[in-house]
């Protein structure tokens, strides 16, 4: 079963500010849904989404110091 969280919820889950958090929801970079006039963040989706861009920039880094 989903645990939906608010903006107020993911922005202490994630010790982020709300308004980065509304900003990138809004712009697409943070998986959400716009349920009414609120978004809601599903926090098994959010975890993936964290894990995949730390994987990226671990990526990223390995490649770069392959390089140097």
């Known amino acids: 079963m989903a645990t939906w969280l608010t903006l107020d919820e993911l922005a202490r889950y994630l010790k982020k500010g709300r308004s980065t958090l509304y900003r990138m ?4 970079h ?3 849904q716009k349920v009414g006039r609120t978004w809601r963040f ?3 989706e959010v975890d993936r989404w964290i894990k995949s861009k730390q994987a990226g920039s671990s990526s990223a880094t390995i490649r770069r110091a392959q390089h140097a």
């Not at 929801?25 to 697409?28: D, E, L, V």
Request: hydrophobic share 20%; net charge negative.
């Open 30 to 32: 943070l998986p959400s």
């Open 42 to 44: 599903d926090q098994e």
């Open 25 to 28: 929801a809004r712009s697409g």
